[in-house]
């Protein structure tokens, strides 16, 4: 690997490098050492721009949430939420890594609060009350995370030939007798691992629970 130009090496090329790193290996193969052999540079070099890994980490993931749209303003408050749920999760189809990342360290990173501020904004301004919103945030973001983490799960699966054999052969062996309900929808299950269809069904749940408690 060539060696970075010297007085080119910055905090935004070492995020882009990690970003790649971690797009091809996970979070879990990723490591400062890594980058660093990538970059063609020693791994105190990075200690300039960045403490530790979870500082890089947070840098990468505030780079990827720093992508997502701003909320349409024009917009009445179910397709707001609609249109930031939907955002992240096209976000994190296209960066998995982002996955990971929130669900490792949730609560840290500027533009992670930014997003927030801005779906919270718009449950406020709708007239919910403040534990009311608080906990519409909470119950949405956890949905957003878990739905497309299992999707992107469900995918790398349906790419691994062995693993999809794996669950066809798990499936098929359940018993009718034991498991008479899961063996009977077992299609349908099949049909509801991901897509958009399935996540806009899960959030057009929510949001209608949601508008049971909008003030009048």
């Known amino acids: 690997m060539a060696r970075t130009p010297r007085n080119t090496l910055s905090s935004e090329l ?8 971690m797009e091809c290996k996970g979070t879990d193969g990723f490591s400062l050492r890594g980058v660093a052999a990538e970059l063609g540079v020693g791994p105190m070099a990075l200690y300039t721009y ?6 890089l980490y947070d840098a990468v993931r505030d780079h990827l949430m720093a992508l997502l749209p701003a909320v349409p303003e024009d917009a009445a408050w179910p397709d707001q939420v609609r249109s930031v749920c939907r955002g992240l999760r096209l976000l994190m189809l296209q960066h998995p890594c982002l996955a990971q990342l929130l669900a490792g360290r949730p609560l840290s990173g500027h533009e992670t609060a930014r997003v927030a501020e801005g779906l919270l904004g718009v449950l406020r301004n709708a007239g919910f009350e403040p534990e009311v919103a608080a906990r519409t945030h909470t119950t949405l973001f956890t949905y957003v995370l878990g739905a497309t983490s299992w999707e992107i799960q469900m995918a790398a699966e349906r790419r691994d030939p062995e693993a999809w054999r794996r669950l066809r052969t798990t499936m098929e062996s359940l018993s009718a007798r034991e498991f008479p309900t899961v063996v009977e929808l077992a299609p349908e299950l099949a049909r509801t691992t991901g897509g958009d269809e399935q996540f806009d069904y899960g959030l057009d749940l929510l949001l209608a629970g949601l508008r049971v408690r909008t003030p009048s």
């Open 14 to 21: 070492i995020v882009r490098t990690a970003l790649d790193l």
């Open 50 to 55: 960045f403490r530790n890994k979870n500082d």
